[in-house]
């Protein structure tokens, strides 16, 4: 792992890398508006995206990335596009395996509230997970059916019915769906918001916005992001 990074490292001219990156998958819908096509190509678009980067942060050697799939609020869309996001990330996990090996072998990880999921993509996740489990390559972690508050109440929830009276700031990060503090948020489509995303973990983050739209979402708009992190001034609070 260590000489992977360094490797990805020197050939991009990274000094330093964050260790867990956030990103919100926004702009699916103009995208595909812009193109006079239907929101759900944007998101079949997006999913394309999505991969790439995966493998992208795979190769650079990026210890940890989080990807905004679904909120807790998404269910509120149409059906049909709710219906095609879940299908896009069955098809995706299908065979996620087998796509992810060529770039330094990814793991999986769903993070997010399991009830309201159908039970065929639940089973799929799950068998993504133990699969990967072993990997020692990036951690892709998936954000589906999340949202920040709600991850925050059930960790409380959690303490609680382990009888706790008092918590500590440890208590509630150890009973988060298992992400890090985030070092970095990504953010294309030019919205500037964090939409209940990681909103625990975002307490020191650096922030990189964008006007690009995700479907357009490249490589090198990563590499401009990381490159922008590597010259920001971390002071968390001190
Ligand atoms: C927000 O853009 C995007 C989403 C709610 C879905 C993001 C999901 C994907 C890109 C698919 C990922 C695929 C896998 C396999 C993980 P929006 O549709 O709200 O865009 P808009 O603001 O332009 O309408």
Redesign the pocket.
Known sequence: MALFKKRGMAEEGFKILPEHIGI??????????KRGLP?TA??????D???KICKECGRLGIKEVT?????TE?WK?PKE?VNT?MR??Y???IDAKERLTDSGDLRIRFAGEREGIHPELLKLMDEAEFETAQRKGTLVN?A?NYGGRQEIVSAVNKLIAKGKTEITEQDISSHLYTMPDCDLIIRP?G?ERLSNFLLWQAAYSEFWYSDV???DFDIKDLHEALHEFENRNRRFGG
């Open positions: 919100i998958m926004d702009g699916n819908g103009r995208w595909a508006k929101r944007g998101h079949k678009a997006g999913a995206v999505f991969e990807f905004y799939a679904f909120s998404n869309r596009e996001l896009l990330f098809d995706f996990l998936l589906i489509s919205e739209l995700w479907p």
